[in-house]
């Protein structure tokens, strides 16, 4: 050995990794990094596809990012829920157009009027996706909940009250309704 100490093979953390929560603070977690990079190279390798997929979407309006997205998974042959809190015969026109222009085959659009705020709302959703007898009797295999509640003049470093109020209210009904599908 002459001696020189000889050290044991050091680890190599990828560039893009996923840490996980330990007592004493995040860790680099081998397990789920080598989950998620298998994934993104299945994802690469093969496609990605909606196909018989179910998704619930709230927040699609027009010219919004979940337009774009709910684009995205009804060309894919997704089965979609989404919710409308102005609930209009131009409302759903808009909806028709856009599963005639993008809708494959396989996939379904669901148009239904649903106040985000609205604890009943939410429950009444729910039920409504879940329930084999008097709704769609579907699974779902996401949620993708970009509703918002407008904050017309305010800007993300001027915050007010009222603002703050808002904020509150969609996450407490983002959380209610992930609660909702959980108990199902």
Do not use: C
């Not at 860790?27 to 993104?40: A, I, P, Q, R």
């Not at 093969?46 to 060309?75: D, P, R």
């Not at 993008?102 to 009943?120: E, M, T």
């Amino acid at each position: 050995m002459n001696g020189t100490i000889k050290t044991g093979k050091t680890e190599t953390i990828p560039f893009l990794h996923l840490k996980k929560k330990e007592h004493h603070g995040w860790e680099y977690s081998k397990k789920l990094t080598g989950v998620y990079l298998d994934g993104l190279e299945n994802a690469a390798k093969n496609g990605i596809t909606f196909q018989g997929k179910m998704a619930l979407m709230t927040g699609a309006g027009a010219g919004s990012i979940g337009a774009e997205v709910l684009q995205g998974l009804i060309s894919d042959g997704a089965k979609v829920v989404v919710t409308t809190s102005r609930y209009s015969r131009e409302v759903t026109e808009y909806y028709q157009s856009m599963y005639a222009r993008f809708g494959a085959r396989g996939s379904q659009l669901v148009v239904v009027p649903f106040n985000g705020g609205s604890k009943q709302d939410v429950e009444a959703l729910v039920d409504y996706i879940y329930d084999y007898k008097k709704g769609l009797g579907w699974d779902l295999d996401y949620i993708v909940p970009f509703a918002a509640i407008p904050e017309n003049g305010r800007e993300i470093d001027s915050i007010d009250s009222k603002s703050e109020l808002a904020h509150r209210l969609m996450l407490t009904n983002v959380i209610r309704l992930l609660g909702s599908v959980k108990s199902k």
